[in-house]
């Protein structure tokens, strides 16, 4: 079973700090997408990346996907309070042609103003 | 087009009573989705259609549970004899073919929020 952890699973912090959330397997994912909740609400689509060794950019934040696509990180610069919600790394399984997304079990972000 | 919209939002029922969920996908998308989200975690795939055809189901989704998707437009989710377990966000989502979208970008409703008394 493959499995994506998720780190931290909470983060408090203040606005204008950085921060990194990081998603880890043991397994190979052909493509990897973060999501971004609200709550009450559902996951909305933030970025994917497929290539290992990818960096994108989407204003304050940068995701980057492992070199052997096992693993990816999410770094918030500058945070602000319209940042907070919980945030799910979501991967696309490398074997067999499956249309599930296994997900980390989220980070939750807080940014105080 | 507005996304993929689900309803109900909110669902209160007792114990032993059964439920229906229905989800209208993107149009344009053939492939569509059922997660379930307990508090605190990531949603868990239940099973999803391409067209009219379920081709996956997970080990989550009981015998209670049934999916339907008959015309590949919307879908329904039924649980029957609700238990207090079953208390969750249940999450639709929808994508292109991978012909479309290689990467199986999925787009999500809002939910429906269970509440099993």
């Known amino acids: 079973t493959q499995l994506l952890e998720q780190s931290p699973q909470f983060l408090s912090i203040q606005e204008g700090e950085n921060l990194t959330v990081y998603c880890n397997s043991s397994s190979v994912f052909s493509s990897l997408q973060w999501y971004r909740q609200e709550p009450g609400e559902g996951p909305v689509l933030l970025v994917t990346v497929v290539t290992g060794g990818e960096v994108k950019k989407l204003k304050r934040l940068t995701f980057q996907f492992g070199d052997a696509r096992k693993d990816s990180s999410l770094h918030i610069t500058a945070a602000q309070p319209g940042d907070t919600g919980l945030y799910l790394c979501a991967g696309v399984p490398n074997s067999g042609n499956t249309g599930k997304l296994i997900f980390g079990q989220g980070t939750t972000l807080q940014v105080k103003p | 087009d507005t996304g993929v919209s689900q309803d109900p939002r909110h669902k209160i029922t007792k114990r032993g009573q059964n439920v229906t969920f229905r989800c209208d996908p993107i149009s344009e998308h053939n492939r569509l989705y059922w997660y379930r989200q307990t508090l605190g975690q990531g949603p868990e795939f239940l099973t999803y259609?391409?067209?009219?055809?379920?081709?996956?189901k997970s080990r989550l989704l009981s015998d209670r549970f049934s999916a339907e998707r008959p015309k590949g437009s919307f879908s329904t989710l039924e649980i029957q004899r609700t238990e207090q377990g079953d208390s969750a966000m249940y999450l639709c989502a929808s994508s292109p073919s991978l012909g479309r979208s290689s990467y199986n970008e999925q787009f999500f409703g809002p939910g429906t929020r269970l509440t099993v008394l």
């Open positions: 259609f391409q067209n009219e055809a379920q081709l996956e």
